[in-house]
C-alpha cells in the first residue's frame, strides 16, 4: 500500500545566481517570451506555449493536484542578475514517496550553469523537505540534461520510460 506524500510545499529559494520563485499565472507572460523555442521540445515532444495557454496551466498546477495524495511544487527560475525569467524546476512528489524533478532554461540563458544550479536546489529541497528519493527521467541523447542530472547527484538507473532513461538520487530525509 502507497505512503501517503510528505506535507511538501514548495517556498521560495535562494541560490548565488538564482530566485526560485513559487511559480504563478502572472509568471505565464514573461515565461512564454524566454521559452519559446521550439528545440526547447525535440526531446520531450510539444511545442512552445504562448501566454494564455501557458498562464491557464500554471493555474492548473498552482491550484494542485486533483489527488491528494500528489504535490505539484514548481518554481519559476529568475536570474537574479537581471531580474529576468529564464526557466523553471519543478517537482512531482508522489505516494511512494518519490519526488519526479524536471527543468528548462530558455536558450538564451542556456551554457551558463544556470540550470544546474536550478537542479542542485531543487534536489536538495526535495531531500531537506523528507522526500528519501529524487528522480528525472532524461532523453540519452540530450547531453545538457544528462549533465545537469549528474551534478544535481542523481545517477542514471537501469530503469527506462518513453525512451527516457531514469535517474534517481535516495538520501537521507531531512537533508541532501
Same mark, same amino acid.
Given at each position: 500500500m502507497p505512503v501517503p506524500s510528505p506535507a511538501f510545499v514548495p517556498r521560495p529559494l535562494r541560490t548565488g545566481r538564482l530566485d526560485l520563485l513559487p511559480l504563478l499565472p502572472d509568471h505565464a507572460e514573461e515565461l512564454a517570451a524566454a521559452l519559446d523555442d521550439p528545440a526547447l521540445h525535440a526531446f520531450t515532444g510539444g511545442e512552445p506555449l504562448r501566454a494564455p495557454a501557458l498562464r491557464e496551466r500554471y493555474a492548473r498546477w498552482?491550484?494542485?493536484?486533483?489527488?491528494?495524495? /500528489?504535490?505539484?511544487?514548481?518554481?519559476?527560475?529568475?536570474? $537574479?542578475?537581471?531580474?529576468?525569467? !529564464?526557466? @523553471?524546476?519543478?517537482? @512531482? !512528489?508522489?505516494?511512494?514517496?518519490?519526488?519526479? !524533478?524536471?527543468?528548462? @532554461?530558455?536558450?538564451?540563458?542556456?551554457? $551558463?550553469?544556470?540550470?544546474?544550479?536550478?537542479?542542485?536546489?531543487? /534536489?536538495?529541497?526535495?531531500? $531537506?523537505?523528507?522526500?528519501? @528519493? /529524487?528522480?528525472? +527521467?532524461? +532523453?540519452?541523447? +540530450?547531453?545538457?540534461? /544528462?549533465?545537469?542530472?549528474?551534478?544535481?547527484?542523481? $545517477?542514471?538507473?537501469? +530503469?527506462?520510460q518513453d525512451g527516457e532513461r531514469r535517474w534517481e538520487r535516495a538520501g537521507e530525509a531531512g537533508g541532501a
Open positions: 498552482a491550484a494542485g493536484s486533483p489527488d491528494p495524495r /500528489v504535490v505539484w511544487a514548481n518554481w519559476a527560475v529568475r536570474l $537574479r542578475e537581471t531580474g529576468a525569467l !529564464v526557466g @523553471t524546476v519543478q517537482a @512531482t !512528489v508522489g505516494p511512494t514517496p518519490v519526488a519526479e !524533478v524536471a527543468w528548462v @532554461t530558455g536558450t538564451p540563458w542556456q551554457g $551558463r550553469g544556470i540550470a544546474t544550479e536550478a537542479a542542485k536546489a531543487l /534536489v536538495a529541497e526535495v531531500l $531537506r523537505q523528507g522526500v528519501p @528519493t /529524487v528522480v528525472a +527521467h532524461v +532523453h540519452p541523447e +540530450h547531453g545538457a540534461s /544528462v549533465a545537469v542530472a549528474a551534478a544535481a547527484g542523481l $545517477r542514471p538507473a537501469p +530503469h527506462w
